[in-house]
Nanobody, 118 residues
Framework: QVQLVESGGGLVQPGGSLRLSCTAS????????MGWYRRAPGKQRELVAN???????NYVDSVKGRFTISRDNAKNTVYLQMNSLKPEDTAVYYC????????????WGQGTQVTVSS
């Protein structure tokens, strides 16, 4: 099994920044594509950003230019740097790991709350 643990969430003012971290164990980290999803209250879960094992990144349009996903394979960690935060970014953020050659097999973290409010 692969275990994922997120950290770094919290309360921040609009325009502020947070960096989320997700540390993995129980697998070969460098093989996995890693992603960040979020679920706002009463809304569907959406993909925020992902990074493949080759380092290619993808972002939902609403966070482009503000968020950056990165990975440090030596630390088994994926990050989400969030700048210029907006109230609309308020959600529970979840870390995920998957391997494209094993479709349907996703691992999930427990989630970390991000609240953007004055």
């Amino acid at each position: 099994q692969v275990q994922l643990v997120e950290s770094g969430g919290g309360l921040v003012q609009p325009g502020g920044s947070l960096r989320l971290s997700c540390t993995a164990s129980g697998g070969i980290f460098s093989i996995y594509a890693m992603g960040w999803y979020r679920r706002a209250p009463g809304k569907q879960r959406e993909l925020v950003a992902n990074v493949t094992s080759s380092g290619y990144t993808n972002y939902v349009d609403s966070v482009k230019g503000r968020f950056t996903i990165s990975r440090d394979n030596a630390k088994n960690t994926v990050y989400l740097q969030m700048n210029s935060l907006k109230p609309e970014d308020t959600a529970v953020y979840y870390c995920s790991a998957n391997r494209p050659r094993f479709p349907g097999l996703y691992y999930w973290g427990q989630g970390t709350q991000v609240t953007v409010s004055s």
